[in-house]
């Protein structure tokens, strides 16, 4: 089992930043591979970006692709999503994923745990 707990999220203005954190417990975090996904208000869940188990690969979305990076630091068993440049219709709950395969992936189904969510609100 794995357990995924996201912090900071927040209010921001468009064209500020934040960075989000999400902390795996377990011991075999370096085997999982993890992502990032959003929810808007009335809309369905959709991807926003995905590391392998390394780091070495990285995919995104195309609305946040150049704004947005995902890292992980596998010593603390935790990913990261640096979010420049932010505007308002990136306001959403930004979800924390893991699935127990070594591959990143952007599709939700493939994804085994989940966090609870973090809401992020830009304001124009």
């Known amino acids: 089992q794995v357990q995924l707990v996201e912090s900071g999220g927040g209010l921001v203005q468009a064209g500020g930043s934040l960075r989000l954190s999400c902390a795996a417990s377990g011991r075999t975090f370096s085997n999982y591979a993890m992502g990032w996904f959003r929810q808007a208000p009335g809309k369905e869940r959709e991807f926003v970006a995905t590391i392998n188990y390394s780091g070495r690969s990285t995919y995104y979305t195309d609305s946040v692709k150049g704004r947005f990076t995902i890292s992980r630091d596998n010593a603390k068993n935790m990913v990261f999503l640096q979010m420049n440049s932010l505007k308002p219709e990136d306001t959403a709950v930004y979800y924390c994923?893991?699935?127990?395969?070594?591959?990143?992936?952007?599709?939700?189904?493939?994804?085994?745990?989940w966090g609870q969510g973090t809401q992020v609100t830009v304001s124009s």
């Open positions: 994923a893991g699935r127990s395969t070594l591959y990143a992936s952007g599709q939700s189904y493939e994804y085994d745990y």
